[in-house]
Structures are given as C-alpha cells and as structure tokens.
C-alpha cells in the first residue's frame, strides 16, 4: 500500500496535467482489472480522463465509490515527493486525495482476496474534481441514479470521524467600471471603480449567516493602477457557501441585485459565475448507513462521529442526485493543498479495512 501512494504522490497530476492524472488513472486501472473489474475510460480533452469501473458481481447492494486523481498543484511548482516519518507520511495530495484512492483499491482487493466482494461495485475516479468536476459530473450524477449506496475517498474531517453533510457552493466574478481622472488635477471628474466596490463588498458580506450556515467571502479584490488615479476599474472574486438549495437560489438572487445596484451614478457593474455545487445533506436511508458505519468502526475499537463541513466535493453531486452518500471516507491528516500536506499512515490502514468491511455489507 505504501509503494502505491509513493509511486502516486510522485506523479504531478494537477488537474490541468492530464498526462499526470491519466498515469495515476493507469496504477488505479491496473489495480482494479487484477481483481477482475472491467474499466471504460472516458477522455474529455484538456483534463484528464475518468476512469468507470464495474465489478463482476451483479447482484446485491449496488456500491458507488468516488475518488479523483487530480491535485491543486500545477506543474510549474516543485513537486514535493513522498517522504515517510514514524507516525505520518507526506507529500502533495497524499492527503486529497491519494491516500483515499489506496484505501479504496486495496479495501476492493482485501474484499475480493477474501470472497466477501458478493456486492455490485461501480468505481468513479475522475480527474478534474479540484475543478468543479466540468467534465465528470454528468458521470457522476447518471451512476448515482443507479446506485443503493454512495462511498467517497475524500480526506477524513478528523482521525475518528466521517462526514455526512457539506454545504453547497457558489462562485461569482464581479467586475465594477468607473471613470480615470488624475487625483491631483481634476479628481472631481472621476468617478472611483474601488470605492464602488467597496460599498458592494460591504453589503455582500452582510448577506452572510453563519447560524444559518450561509457564508459569504470576498477573497481576491483588485483596482485601480497607480495611487495618483481615479480607478476606472475594480474587480473581485465571491465565495459562497449554504445549506439549502433554497438559500442556494435567494442568494445568488441578492448578490446580483447588489451587483446591479449603482451606488455612484456614472458606474457600471458586470457579474458572471453562479451556482457550483449543490448541497449535501442527509437523507433517511443515509442515517441507517451512518449507524451501520459506526457499528462497523466500533468492532475495531473506533468511534466514528459524523460531521458537516463547509468544503464541497463530488459527494455533493451524489447525494443530490438521491444517492444515500458517506464522505470523508480517506485516511486523516493534516495541512491539505499545502506543501507540508500529510496523512496519519495508521488510519490508511485503519480506513481500508473499515471500507472494505462496507463493501461485505449483507
């Protein structure tokens, strides 16, 4: 298991080297057809391929495990190379998520080594996750539909714990148009992009409600090109997060009637993007697979606490499509899309063997 995330985490696949992602895609591959799953690539051009992987049992409780191959890190930035201490092992994406995607192909070969692979399994591993999934996510949602239960390799939350709910997202590109003039010259014949945006990032930010689990976040911001002129142009980029498909909507609602309202006559306003993921919430059928996890976990002296994050992932697009949907089920670590990123080498192992205990179920 350890000489697959090595050879995984030194491969640079960031989602747009699709010559990286496709050899991560090619261990998987190789992996799962040795224990007789047939595999269907699926090319999609600038981003790597997603790999669709069918096992040869037909019957019982249909699985659907997701995983992806890509990373945050471009080719351009050194490749920090798998390293090993005592307790942890390191490098970029063992965390997001390699380490996940070891934990899910070796749980496949455990089961299947010790006949208990009597259940349906389809295996999505997708290669622009990092991205929003553009290419995938029709994949992901038409296999949802046919799946019982849905299984995804993403990062633990914590050592002990899984999660079963993630807010929907949405991302927007503000652009705000003024007029240039110099500041010492004539500053009333300006008309100031920033000082625009600065009253539309205000009332943005105002829409947040973190007890209501809705958050709003202007991260980039820019404007302007010299501190003698009136800034003709501002910009700014716009986080969101809910958890109700109905905030989802009234809320994308009011950012674009902020971003339409002029607070200095003469500016002009342009905003794209809009809603990405939906949200991930628990569903009936969902807390009988919590439970049945926890049971599972239990009889290896593990309490497993289920959690909602922020974060979105290609569990989102599962459990919105009517998929009963367990996330966070990789191993656990630390410091994820950093150079310093790092997994718990112990719940690798401990992460298998409870995965392949799911895929037993009876």
Do not use: W
């Not at 063992?94 to 089961?111: E, F, N, Q």
């Not at 038409?142 to 939350?157: F, H, N, S, T």
């Amino acid at each position: 298991m350890l000489s697959l995330l090595e050879r995984m985490v030194n491969i640079n696949s960031g989602s747009n080297n699709s010559t990286g992602v496709n050899s991560v895609l090619d261990l998987c591959q190789a992996l799962l057809e040795s224990i007789n799953f047939s595999c269907h690539r699926k090319p999609h051009g600038q981003y790597g391929d997603t790999l669709i992987a069918r096992s040869a049992q037909k019957g019982g409780t249909h699985f659907l495990a997701i995983g992806h191959a890509d990373t945050v890190f471009p080719i351009s930035e050194p490749q920090y190379l798998f390293a090993q201490n005592e307790t942890k092992c390191f490098g970029h994406g063992v965390c997001d998520m390699k380490g996940g995607l070891v934990a899910l192909l070796y749980a496949l070969k455990a089961a299947s080594e010790a006949g208990q692979l009597t259940n349906r399994v389809t295996v999505i591993i997708n290669g622009d996750e990092e991205l929003c999934s553009p290419s995938s996510r029709t994949i992901i949602e038409r296999e949802a539909r046919k799946a019982d239960i849905g299984l995804v390799m993403e990062p633990a939350p914590q050592r002990n714990a899984i999660i079963t709910g993630r807010s929907g997202t949405g991302k927007y590109f503000l652009e705000v148009k003024g007029r240039a003039a110099h500041a010492g010259r004539n500053p009333e014949q300006g008309i100031s992009a920033v000082r625009e945006l600065a009253y539309k990032i205000i009332d943005l930010e105002k829409l947040s409600a973190p007890q209501e689990g809705i958050n709003i976040n202007v991260g980039i911001v820019q404007g302007g090109i010299a501190d003698n002129v009136v800034p003709e142009q501002a910009k700014c980029e716009i986080d969101l997060r809910f958890r109700s498909p109905q905030d989802g909507v009234r809320i994308e609602k009011e950012i674009k009637q902020i971003a339409d309202h002029s607070y200095l006559t003469g500016t002009h306003s342009r905003i794209r993007g809009g809603l990405m993921h939906p949200p991930m919430n628990a569903r009936t059928k969902t807390d009988q697979l919590i439970h049945f996890i926890q049971s599972l976990a239990k009889q290896s002296g593990q309490k497993l606490s289920s959690q909602h994050v922020g974060g979105a992932s290609d569990g989102n697009f599962a459990s919105f499509s009517g998929l009963p949907t367990i996330d966070g089920l990789g191993p656990a670590g630390g410091k994820i899309h950093t150079n310093a990123e790092f997994i718990f080498t112990e719940s690798l192992f401990e992460r298998t063997t409870l995965i392949a205990q799911i895929f037993g179920l009876r």
